[in-house]
């Protein structure tokens, strides 16, 4: 049970904020290749987005929509192409390391999106004007002005039935992708978000370390 804070301003249901920040899951497998999911719906979630903090409070955000079939299969090829090499190298390091909590699941999971990724009803491609350049800060905060608006998005996605998950595989070839799709080369692209309808019953929060665990107050603690 959550300990209810008692503050000034808005009254949320904390039961049901937390569940949705806790049963927003990777969507690979549960994902319902046979169900259209309209345009608007995609749009209504990409409104929410926008209300998403930005450096500066300038949304330098554009959304590109891959619903095209041909198009779709493009970019999945991209996806497949640097898909391969990647899961060979989790693998072999999954193998030195003798684990097996869960990542089993999560890699079968994973060899499914790669196979069935062009019939997604939609890839979303969230990009942000400009390129990263600079100090870590500066391209901390380049980045840091589009992905809480590409979590927002997932959110509200979850809360009209729609699965995702964040894959950044086919930014290994961010170029052709650009090419495919007409992209400017002064846009950066940050991610790659397959959207349906998800299948199956409701989610549930994923393992995790307690926050204490992780958590140091004033300083590092070793």
Same mark, same amino acid.
């Given at each position: 049970? =959550?300990?209810?804070?008692?503050?000034?301003?808005?009254?949320?249901?904390?039961?049901q904020?937390?569940?949705?920040?806790?049963?927003?899951?990777?969507?690979?497998?549960?994902?319902?290749?046979?169900? =259209?999911?309209?345009?608007?719906?995609?749009?209504?979630?990409?409104?929410?987005?926008?209300?998403?903090?930005?450096?500066?409070?300038?949304?330098?955000?554009?959304?590109?929509?891959?619903? #095209?079939?041909?198009?779709?299969?493009?970019?999945?090829?991209?996806?497949?192409?640097?898909?391969?090499?990647?899961?060979? =190298?989790?693998?072999?390091?999954?193998?030195? =390391?003798?684990?097996? #909590?869960?990542?089993?699941?999560i890699?079968?999971? +994973? #060899?499914?999106?790669? &196979?069935?990724?062009?019939?997604?009803?939609?890839?979303?491609?969230?990009?942000?004007? !400009?390129?990263?350049?600079?100090?870590?800060?500066?391209?901390?905060? $380049?980045? !840091? +002005?589009?992905?809480?608006?590409?979590?927002?998005?997932?959110?509200?996605?979850?809360?009209? !039935?729609?699965?995702? &998950?964040?894959?950044?595989?086919?930014?290994?070839?961010?170029?052709?992708?650009?090419?495919?799709?007409?992209?400017?080369?002064?846009?950066?692209?940050?991610?790659?978000?397959?959207?349906?309808? *998800?299948?199956?019953?409701?989610?549930?929060?994923?393992?995790?370390?307690?926050?204490?665990?992780?958590? *140091? $107050?004033?300083g590092?603690?070793?």
């Amino acid at each position: 049970m =959550a300990v209810l804070w008692v503050a000034m301003g808005d009254n949320f249901d904390i039961d049901q904020t937390d569940r949705l920040l806790t049963t927003t899951r990777a969507v690979r497998k549960r994902l319902d290749l046979t169900r =259209a999911v309209p345009r608007e719906l995609i749009i209504d979630c990409i409104r929410i987005a926008t209300q998403a903090p930005a450096g500066g409070n300038v949304q330098r955000w554009r959304w590109i929509v891959v619903d #095209d079939p041909r198009l779709k299969l493009g970019i999945a090829e991209l996806y497949r192409r640097a898909y391969e090499p990647y899961m060979a =190298a989790q693998r072999e390091a999954v193998d030195l =390391a003798g684990r097996a #909590d869960g990542i089993g699941a999560i890699m079968d999971s +994973s #060899d499914h999106l790669a &196979a069935v990724i062009h019939e997604v009803p939609a890839l979303v491609i969230p990009c942000n004007l !400009g390129a990263p350049a600079g100090s870590q800060g500066m391209v901390a905060g $380049f980045y !840091g +002005s589009i992905l809480p608006a590409v979590w927002s998005f997932m959110l509200a996605a979850r809360t009209r !039935g729609l699965g995702t &998950a964040w894959t950044t595989l086919h930014l290994e070839y961010e170029a052709e992708a650009r090419d495919l799709l007409g992209i400017p080369s002064t846009v950066t692209q940050v991610a790659l978000t397959p959207v349906a309808y *998800y299948t199956g019953d409701t989610f549930k929060p994923g393992a995790r370390r307690a926050g204490e665990e992780i958590t *140091y $107050f004033n300083g590092w603690k070793s």
